[in-house]
T-cell receptor
Framework: EAQVTQNPRYLITVTGKKLTVTCSQNMNHEYMSWYRQDPGLGLRQIYY???????DKGDVPEGYKVSRKEKRNFPLILESPSPNQTSLYFC???????????FGDGTRLSIL | GENVEQHPSTLSVQEGDSAVIKCTYSDSASNYFPWYKQELGKRPQLIID?????GEKKDQRIAVTLNKTAKHFSLHITETQPEDSAVYFCAADNAGNMLTFGGGTRLMVKP
């Protein structure tokens, strides 16, 4: 089954404790991206990757890091999480940036 | 960069009526305009998309229209049903590299 898998689905943690949200896709997509969703603000892109070892900033990259060492994986790293990063995060993949994007089920992060 | 505005933020219709959601974008180079539906607690899912070489696209009860000159596009849902209740997002691409989303419209279809 074609899917985008995110882990964990839920996480409550404290300020400053490094965390990683994993994202994996099995559709051989070249393009992957991370979004955060906040009430009234829609989906805002954090980072995207057009291929292995190629990443670029989206609209809200501050406080986040990503890596794309393999085609199927695109982890999101919060080196020093802060409360304003409390949000619902979605990973998505597609063949390119202007093709239909397949979203994961989301990760709800709470930073205390 | 691209800026996408979406209206209205909430929309309530009676079952069987039509619903229209409108979006405007700023980057005249945008060529891809998808619409996503997000049910409560679920992931966004693509329902229809349109590219700049066409002005309208239909899929059963859903249609999207695009006016590139005015830089706006709209989602039309006819004969609405309770299962159409969800949040709808429009988006526009930015030079084919990324999507910028509108703020979303919460559609409520009353039985």
């Amino acid at each position: 089954e074609a899917q985008v898998t995110q882990n964990p689905r839920y996480l409550i943690t404290v300020t400053g404790k490094k965390l990683t949200v994993t994202c994996s896709q099995n559709m051989n997509h070249e393009y992957m991206s991370w979004y955060r969703q906040d009430p009234g603000l829609g989906l805002r892109q954090i980072y995207y990757s057009m291929n292995v070892e190629v990443t670029d900033k989206g609209d809200v990259p501050e406080g986040y890091k990503v890596s794309r060492k393999e085609k199927r994986n695109f982890p999101l790293i919060l080196e020093s999480p802060s409360p304003n990063q409390t949000s619902l995060y979605f990973c998505a993949s597609s063949f390119s940036g202007n093709q239909p994007q397949h979203f994961g089920d989301g990760t709800r992060l709470s930073i205390l | 960069g691209e800026n996408v505005e979406q209206h209205p933020s909430t929309l309530s219709v009676q079952e069987g009526d039509s619903a229209v959601i409108k979006c405007t974008y700023s980057d005249s180079a945008s060529n891809y305009f998808p619409w996503y539906k997000q049910e409560l607690g679920k992931r966004p899912q693509l329902i229809i998309d349109i590219r700049s070489n066409v002005g309208e696209k239909k899929d059963q009860r859903i249609a999207v229209t695009l006016n590139k000159t005015a830089k706006h596009f709209s989602l039309h849902i006819t004969e609405t049903q309770p299962e159409d209740s969800a949040v709808y997002f429009c988006a526009a691409d930015n030079a084919g590299n990324m999507l910028t989303f509108g703020g979303g419209t919460r559609l409520m279809v009353k039985p």
